[in-house]
C-alpha cells in the first residue's frame, strides 16, 4: 500500500491511457495522486480526475510540458505549494509516431521523441530529487518500453533510441540516489492495448496495405500469452514497486510483456 503518500503522474489525462491507470491503481491503494498532461489537456484531466474522484480520494491535477524545464519548475511549484511534496513521481508521459524506415525518419521526430520520452523524466527527476534526499525517502518510476530492451520490428528508430536512453537514465539515477534511500526503477511495457498501439497498427496497416486487425494478429502472434496487455496491469506492477513490498528493488528495467520477447 501506498497510503498517505503524495504521487504525481505524467502522461495521465486519457482514461485509455497507462497514466491514467496507474493513477487509478495508486489511488486505490491509498495514495493522494496528482494527474498531469501536456497544456492543452485541460479538459480532459478535468474529466478523468472527476472520474478518479467518484471512486477514489485523489489531489489534484496539473498541465505541465515535460520537455520544458520552466514549465516542469513551475508545476511542481505549484504542487508543492497546494499538496506538499511529492514521494512518488511516476514518469509517463511520451510520445510515439514516426516511420518504421529509418531513412524516412527527420531530425524533428528524433528531437521529439528525445525531448518529451528522455529529457521529460530528466526534468521531472531535477525537479522531485532534491526534497527526496533531504528526506532520504522517494520512488521513482520511469515508463520505458519493451523496445528499450530490444529493438523490435515497424518500431521508429527514434522512439527505441529514446527509451533505451530513458533505461540507461534510470540506472545511472538509481545508482547515485540509492544511498539516500531513493528507489528508481523502469517500465517496459510491450504490447499493451491503448491509441498509442491502436495508432501503430493503423500505420502499419496503411504502409504494408493489409487492415489494422491483420496488423494486430501478427504481432499477438509473437507474444506468448498469445494477446495484448491491458493498462492495468502495468499499473499494478507500477504500484508493486513503489510501495513497502519493494524496498530491495532498485535500477531494475521490468518488462511487462506477456512473453514478448523484447527484439534483436
Given at each position: ?8 503522474v505524467?502522461?495521465?489525462?486519457s482514461?485509455a491511457g ?7 491503481e ?6 493522494s495522486?496528482i494527474?498531469?498532461?501536456?497544456p ?9 480526475l472527476?472520474k478518479l474522484?467518484?471512486?477514489?480520494h485523489?489531489a489534484?491535477?496539473c498541465?505541465?510540458?515535460?520537455s520544458?524545464p ?10 508543492s ?7 512518488i513521481?511516476v ?5 510515439g ?8 525518419l527527420d531530425?524533428s521526430d ?6 518529451v520520452?528522455?529529457?521529460?523524466a530528466v ?10 534526499q533531504?528526506?532520504?525517502?522517494g520512488a521513482?518510476i520511469n515508463?520505458?518500453s519493451?523496445?528499450g530492451l ?5 518500431i521508429p528508430?527514434?522512439?527505441?533510441a529514446?527509451?533505451?536512453a530513458?533505461?540507461?537514465f ?6 547515485e ?6 528507489r528508481?526503477?523502469a517500465i517496459c511495457?510491450g504490447?499493451?492495448?491503448?491509441d ?7 500505420r502499419?496497416a496503411e504502409e504494408?496495405?493489409i487492415?489494422?486487425s491483420?496488423?494486430?494478429a501478427?504481432e ?6 498469445g494477446?495484448g496487455?491491458?493498462?492495468a ?5 507500477v504500484?508493486f514497486?513503489v ?6 528493488i532498485t ?5 511487462v ?6 527484439g534483436?
Amino acid at each position: 500500500m501506498v497510503t498517505d503518500q503524495l504521487a504525481v503522474v505524467t502522461g495521465a489525462a486519457s482514461p485509455a491511457g497507462i497514466g491514467f491507470a496507474i493513477a487509478q491503481e495508486l489511488a486505490r491503494q491509498g495514495a493522494s495522486v496528482i494527474i498531469s498532461d501536456a497544456p492543452g489537456s485541460e479538459d480532459r484531466l478535468a474529466e478523468s480526475l472527476e472520474k478518479l474522484r467518484a471512486d477514489y480520494h485523489t489531489a489534484g491535477k496539473c498541465t505541465m510540458d515535460v520537455s520544458n524545464p520552466r514549465s516542469v519548475e513551475a508545476a511542481f511549484a505549484k504542487i508543492s505549494s497546494e499538496y506538499g511534496e511529492a514521494h512518488i513521481l511516476v514518469n509517463n508521459a511520451g510520445v510515439g509516431g514516426g516511420s518504421s524506415e529509418f531513412l524516412a525518419l527527420d531530425d524533428s521526430d528524433f528531437r521529439s521523441a528525445l525531448d518529451v520520452n528522455l529529457m521529460g523524466a530528466v526534468n521531472c527527476c531535477r525537479a522531485v530529487l532534491p526534497h527526496m534526499q533531504d528526506n532520504r525517502r522517494g520512488a521513482i518510476i520511469n515508463i520505458a518500453s519493451l523496445c528499450g530492451l530490444g529493438a523490435i520490428p515497424e518500431i521508429p528508430a527514434s522512439y527505441t533510441a529514446s527509451k533505451f536512453a530513458v533505461i540507461g537514465f534510470t540506472k545511472a539515477i538509481a545508482l547515485e540516489y540509492a544511498p539516500f534511500g531513493i528507489r528508481v526503477n523502469a517500465i517496459c511495457p510491450g504490447a499493451i492495448n491503448t491509441d498509442m498501439r491502436t495508432q501503430l497498427f493503423d500505420r502499419i496497416a496503411e504502409e504494408q496495405g493489409i487492415s489494422s486487425s491483420e496488423a494486430q494478429a501478427a504481432e499477438d502472434a509473437t507474444i506468448a500469452m498469445g494477446r495484448g496487455g491491458e493498462a492495468a496491469e502495468v499499473a499494478r506492477t507500477v504500484a508493486f514497486l513503489v510501495s513497502d513490498d519493494a524496498t530491495y528493488i532498485t535500477g531494475t528495467a521490468i518488462p511487462v510483456a506477456g512473453g514478448m520477447a523484447p527484439g534483436l
